[in-house]
């Protein structure tokens, strides 16, 4: 379980983000991650909550949003988006199943903070 990891570097980066900017009061904190992270989005948000348990920021939710995974062709370079996750998904317009590069999927980043 990487979650409590990425809670803790989360909360340090929030920390610093808000006193550069001389914000006091958090809201809300959104994450982005790619489905070939392998992030668990509910281990994720009860890490957080762990991690910023009496602190100023207890009880800020946590917006996880997924980014589709991205693969591009490596015969013809159609970009496609497969369904549940599959990287070994043939093509949909040339049917080759091998050497698709991964354009999209591995991201994790904090995208968003709202403060005051
Ligand atoms: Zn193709």
Redesign the pocket.
């Known amino acids: 379980m990487h979650e409590m990891s990425i809670a803790q570097s989360l909360v340090a980066i929030i920390k610093e983000e808000m006193e550069k900017h001389g914000l006091t009061r958090l809201h809300a904190v959104r994450v982005c991650h790619g489905r070939l992270a392998a992030l668990v989005p509910e281990a994720l948000a009860f890490a957080f909550e762990a991690c910023t348990l009496g602190t100023p920021m207890e009880g800020v939710q946590l917006e996880m949003q997924d980014i589709p995974i991205v693969l591009r062709?490596s015969?013809?370079?159609?970009e496609f988006s497969p369904e549940a996750g599959d990287l070994f998904m043939p093509?949909p317009?040339?049917?080759?199943g091998l050497g698709h590069e991964v354009l999209q999927g591995k991201e994790l980043y904090l995208d968003n903070i709202e403060a005051e």
């Open positions: 062709c015969q013809c370079g159609t093509c317009s040339c049917g080759e």
